[in-house]
């Protein structure tokens, strides 16, 4: 079962929209800046149109849920305290985890493309070299 919740937030100073999804097992959190105060259409058009190109840390190991309330009361409740609190530190942990795996990445094959770059720089000193060696 998908299950999926988006939080928007002024985190100074813009307004942020944390994405969680669970399913099964699985555990992902997305984040994207919205800029200015969005609003609730483009907020709506934002989810039908750009949800699915939204850049997600890998996933993780989902933590236990307890079952949803099926008390609708019970539920009007959990939403009305849910909105009073930021977005869990759950998702921030999460999200920071992707960035750092993201940035351990990109060093990574940064590293290899300058030592790759050095090699083929290496390779062209030694043959004009070898061609001044030979009277060329």
């Excluded at 699985?26 to 200015?36: D, I, N, S, T």
Aim: aromatic share 6%; with cysteine.
């Amino acid at each position: 079962m998908l299950c999926s919740r988006l939080t928007v937030e002024f985190s100074p100073p813009w307004w942020v929209g944390t994405l969680e999804r669970w399913e099964d097992d699985r555990y992902e959190v997305g984040r994207v800046v919205f800029g200015a105060e969005p609003t609730e259409p483009e907020v709506l058009l934002w989810v039908l149109h750009r949800l699915t190109r939204l850049r997600t840390t890998p996933a993780l190991e989902a933590p236990a849920r307890r079952p949803e309330a099926q008390n609708p009361k019970r539920r009007q409740r959990q939403i009305a305290r849910e909105q009073q609190r930021p977005a869990g530190k759950r998702a921030w942990a999460a999200a920071a985890a992707g960035r750092e795996a993201e940035k351990q990445t990109r060093r990574q094959q940064t590293a290899e493309e300058r030592r790759e770059a050095a090699r083929e720089q290496y390779r062209l000193h030694r043959q004009k070299r070898q061609q001044k060696h030979r009277g060329h």
